[in-house]
């Protein structure tokens, strides 16, 4: 099972960045599907932004509506690594953000990192 472990959550004042991190255990290569999601408190786990990969170098790129334009999901394959980069950030973004990935059947969750956005 595939390891994914999170960094660089914050507190950060609104209008500010962040950039949080995801490290696979695993050559990301074999995953069809990355991203991130998040959960506030009270709130269910809601989806932020993946890698849909389409080919054997090709992926799709998608946000969630409140996220686009201010959020930016990128990866090296490199580093076997995955970021989010969060700028412009609201109150409303406080959350704990978590890193997903699907290969196959199976689905692997990290542990999450908490961002707060202060107003």
């Known amino acids: 099972q595939v390891q994914l472990v999170e960094s660089g959550g914050g507190l950060v004042q609104a209008g500010g960045s962040l950039r949080v991190s995801c490290a696979f255990s695993?050559?990301?290569?074999?995953?069809?599907?990355m991203g991130w999601y998040r959960q506030a408190p009270g709130k269910q786990r809601e989806w932020v932004a993946r890698?849909?990969?389409?080919?054997?170098?090709?992926?799709?790129?998608l946000y969630e509506d409140s996220v686009k334009g201010r959020f930016t999901i990128s990866r090296d394959h490199a580093k076997n690594t995955i970021y989010l980069q969060m700028d412009q950030l609201k109150p409303e973004d406080t959350a704990v953000y978590y890193c997903?990935?699907?290969?196959?059947?199976?689905?692997?969750w990290g542990r999450g990192t908490q961002v707060t956005v202060s107003s």
């Open positions: 890698f849909t990969r389409r080919g054997s170098a090709t992926y799709d790129t």
């Open positions: 695993e050559n990301i290569y074999s995953f069809s599907v």
């Open positions: 997903n990935a699907v290969r196959g059947f199976q689905e692997a």
